[in-house]
């Protein structure tokens, strides 16, 4: 089944706002083009863009035996057996919260943060709403933000059902 992952508001007005600022510096900078020197910083800026732009989550897909995060450049797959918990949780569970590695915002929320209620996890989000945890059998923790939460009694329900 697939889980549609839209992006909020902030998210959208970010993403753009950031479009709009690399365009235009690419506008302001091609304008000075005689000068190589001032041409660096898109060559860094573009590939910085392409690579947030292939790992932001498109949508989350649930079968009988896994939960994928379904990106452009490379999927994340959680096996079923391998959570030992999935919930939902509101933002003030998880405290106060640093990017350690990521995106804030641009196209999603998605990469390392550190929460000072849960500590270390992985974010695979579009949105500040709608937030499931998920704990697996390493230790790690995942957040993800399907706009439909019925994900995770459905994902509990598939859980009771594997073979042990």
Known sequence: MKYKASLDSLTKILSVLVV??????????????ENNGVLIPL?????????????????????????KIVRIARNKTIK???I???????KKELGFG???????????YYGKFTYDKIGKVTLYATQRKNMV??????????????????LVELVKEKITKLPK
Do not use: A
């Open 84 to 90: 030992t918990e999935i919930k939902r949780v509101e």
């Open 98 to 108: 640093i990017r350690t590695f990521g995106s804030g915002g641009f196209l999603g």
């Open 43 to 67: 060559l860094i800026l573009i590939p910085i863009f392409i690579v947030v732009y292939l790992y932001s989550p498109q949508y989350y897909l649930l079968d009988d035996s896994n939960l």
């Open 80 to 82: 079923l057996s391998d």
């Open 133 to 150: 945890l998920i704990d697996t059998k390493d230790g790690k923790k995942i957040i993800i933000t399907p706009d439909d939460t019925g």
């Open 20 to 33: 709009f600022f690399l365009v235009r510096m690419f506008v302001y900078l091609w304008q000075f083009r």
